[in-house]
């Protein structure tokens, strides 16, 4: 229509459409497909733990298995995109204040140009902090097939490279499932904000208050954790 008549105005076409996208039902409901938030971040805490305290698994192996958790907390608690996710350096998105760490990225980084500032929560800090002063210094020193040099980079693959958004893709698919029995794939926990958030169990909004939720690691004990906000 912009090409046929220039000249008019045919905004008010653009805002119709978007009003008629946001109302529109989903041929495909991908509820089936998510993991509840609460089991992401049971999976995840079970997966550090398991890290921590398995002796069978190979250094290198225990530190990839803590990454891999951690990867899946910091998904639960901040929506990335992967491209995002993946690029985190130490010292520049994540930096460290007052004893408190924060996640800073600017708005020419990010898809929907608006930047990214936000507290880690106490619990994720200490998981970052573990990965980052004990772990990643193991994933380091390894020397891979596919070893590149890495620098400030969050995220250390099994070669001791950075992880690229598709490694961190991988790590996620392996790891979870959802209720459909098909592996997750990452860019479905932005759905999270639309669908989950939105129930009587959970906040409407990221920017609602913090709430407490029991979850079951073993038969016989539980845990209780500090859902985001």
């Known amino acids: 229509m912009q090409a046929l008549a220039p000249e008019h105005d045919w905004s008010f076409i653009k805002r119709a459409a978007g009003r008629l996208r946001a109302s529109a039902i989903p041929a495909r409901d991908k509820r089936g497909c998510l993991p509840s938030i609460v089991e992401v971040i049971a999976q995840s805490l079970r997966m550090m733990a398991h890290s921590e305290s398995n002796t069978a698994l190979s250094q290198l192996g225990r530190a990839a298995l803590y990454r891999d958790g951690l990867l899946l907390l910091f998904l639960a608690y901040h929506l990335l995109r992967l491209r995002n996710l993946s690029s985190l350096r130490i010292g520049c998105h994540l930096i460290t204040k007052d004893q408190k760490l924060s996640l800073n990225i600017d708005a020419a980084e ?8 936000q507290d880690l929560s ?5 998981a970052v902090r573990r990965y980052v002063d004990h772990y990643r210094p193991i994933l380091l020193q ?16 099994r070669d001791g490279s950075p992880c690229s958004p598709q ?11 959802g209720p459909n029995g098909k592996p997750v794939s990452p860019h479905l926990f ?3 904000r639309r669908l989950q958030f939105r129930s ?3 906040p409407k909004s990221m920017g609602s208050p ?6 079951r690691i073993e038969p016989e004990s539980s845990i209780t954790i500090l859902l985001p906000a």
């Not at 106490?122 to 200490?126: A, D, H, I, K, V």
């Not at 097939?145 to 693959?157: G, T, Y």
């Not at 913090?210 to 979850?215: D, G, P, R, W, Y």
């Open 200 to 202: 009587k169990h959970l």
């Open 167 to 177: 490694t961190l893709r991988n790590i996620v698919r392996k790891h979870l499932v």
């Open 190 to 192: 932005r759905l999270w």
């Open 110 to 117: 990010t898809k929907t140009r608006r930047s990214i500032k």
């Open 142 to 157: 390894a020397r891979g097939r596919w070893h590149a040099l890495a620098q400030d980079e969050l995220w250390i693959s």
């Open 210 to 215: 913090s709430f407490l939720a029991t979850v």
């Open 122 to 126: 106490q619990r994720l800090s200490f």
